[in-house]
């Protein structure tokens, strides 16, 4: 068992109890003396590693619709390509990707996932209700970060006039989704945050006017921050600033906020991010996938900084699956600095206590201690990929990922053995690629 708690605490058997749906006791041996009281249900973890629930901290589930798309392109490239296409959502496209997003990420471990939204086509329906509908559905916790964008290309922006909204509509719109969905209780499923989405695709006043929303109701702040090379021009070319410079002018960082990605740090944006609590969600594989770069993830870490684990969109990140993002966070920092750059610990306190503090849950879930929620994940790993590796730890880090024999969230499962509990995932492939083709088809392409 690794706990994850703030003492690293690893047990090499040990028991964890749990009762309507929060941890009660953890001990290295066989568990308390019950008396009379029978448990209703035991779970034998022999060969198992237990870990806390991965927490996934930056996502894109709508993107699930143009997966392999724009293959060859970086960042701004494969926007402009995509942008025309993700402008023809509906409610019911983005219920079908996210439900195909959540199935990938619950079966690779993952119990709570965030998803920013940031395009909202005229007439498209509710796309945040169509995300909480499925997370619902499937079980996951949720955290609905609503984006948005107002910078069109007419005004400097890089998305296209029509992909944008007008800056009062979206920051009410926002305002809506808070109200529609957030839930403040510590066991919250839904919570929602404010999202704008880029330096590139959002004006000043609605930087300014989101991070003024988000504070005076009490939720979290996201978006995307020192991505590439291309940002950090753009940045400088219109500002005068550094990508971080700039949010940081704005009131974009905080202890109660967090960044995606945060590839492109000098050194004073290092510091800065650090002192001020500022979260990261770190994203190895969709940030190779465009030839972004390599975020500084240890630096980050020393300098005191907040790093989570995020999947990005799968339209960057095909597999959308966070388990494997533990052994990706650890060669992509090994390439850049060395062998003992990431540890095997570090990047699993990133998938998980490290992703909570990201999203403000740190009290509820990413550990495995008594009073928090039980998001627990169960990982074979005496398995024939697995069983030459003494330390299970390393087998999960370093290895292929492990079958996953259970996911709870809070308490109930919603994977056996690898498998939904809630779902047919042949019933959830085929609306996904039904809803793909519908897509493509509006949007002209093949």
């Known amino acids: ?72 392109k970086d960042l701004f490239g494969w926007l402009t390509e995509l942008y025309p296409v993700w402008a023809r959502l509906d409610s019911e496209l983005v219920y079908a990707a996210a439900r195909a997003s959540i199935a990938a ?27 909480v509908r499925a997370a619902r559905e499937l079980g996951v916790r949720f955290q609905a970060a609503r984006g948005s964008m107002d910078l069109g290309r007419s005004r400097g922006g890089l998305p296209p006039d029509f992909a944008v909204e007008d800056t009062d509509a979206a920051l009410a719109a926002t305002e809506q989704a808070i109200d529609a969905w957030h839930d403040p209780a510590a066991d919250a499923m839904v919570r929602i945050s404010v999202a704008p989405c880029s330096p590139f695709t959002v004006s000043e006043p609605l930087l300014t006017g989101a991070a003024d929303l988000a504070r005076r109701r009490g939720v979290r702040m996201h978006t995307h921050g020192a991505e590439t090379q291309e940002e950090a021009e753009f940045c400088q070319s219109k500002f005068g600033q550094t990508p971080t410079e700039f949010l940081d002018a704005h009131g974009w960082l905080g202890a109660d906020v967090w960044l995606a990605h945060c590839v492109h740090l ?42 989570g684990l995020g999947v990005d969109g799968t339209s960057s990140n095909e597999t959308g699956q966070l388990g494997p ?23 699993l306190h990133a998938a998980t206590a490290g992703g909570a503090r990201c999203l403000g849950r740190e009290e509820e879930v990413g550990s495995i201690e008594p009073g928090k929620l039980a998001d627990l994940a169960l990982w074979r790993v005496d398995g024939p990929l697995h069983s030459t590796i003494a330390d299970p730890v390393a087998a999960l880090a370093l290895g292929a990922l492990p079958p996953l024999t259970l996911l709870l969230v809070q308490g109930q499962p919603i994977v056996t053995d690898g498998h939904l509990t809630r779902a047919d995932p042949e019933d959830i492939a085929g609306q996904a690629a039904t809803a793909a083709r519908r897509l493509a088809e509006r949007a002209g392409l093949r």
């Open 325 to 347: 993002e533990i052994r990706q966070a650890i060669l992509v920092a090994r390439a850049r600095r060395g062998p003992a750059a990431l540890t095997a610990r570090q990047a």
């Open 105 to 131: 990420l619950a079966t690779s471990g993952c119990s709570t996932a965030a998803d920013h939204h940031y395009i909202f086509p005229d007439g498209a329906g509710d796309l945040i209700g169509a995300s």
């Open 1 to 72: 068992m690794a706990t994850v708690d703030p003492d690293g605490t690893e047990y090499p058997g040990g028991t964890v109890v749990v009762e309507d749906g929060r941890i009660v006791a953890v001990s290295p041996g066989a568990g308390p003396d019950y008396g009379d009281h029978v448990p209703t249900e035991h779970v034998d973890g022999t060969g198992h590693l237990l870990t806390p629930g991965l927490v996934n901290t930056h996502h894109h589930f709508y993107q699930w619709l143009t997966r392999g798309r724009a293959q060859e």
């Open 266 to 307: 000098d050194p004073a944006a290092i510091e800065r991010i650090g002192v001020t609590g500022t979260g990261v969600a770190h994203c190895p594989s969709s940030n190779a996938r465009l030839g972004a770069g390599i975020a500084p993830v240890p630096e980050l870490l020393a300098a005191g900084a907040p790093v």
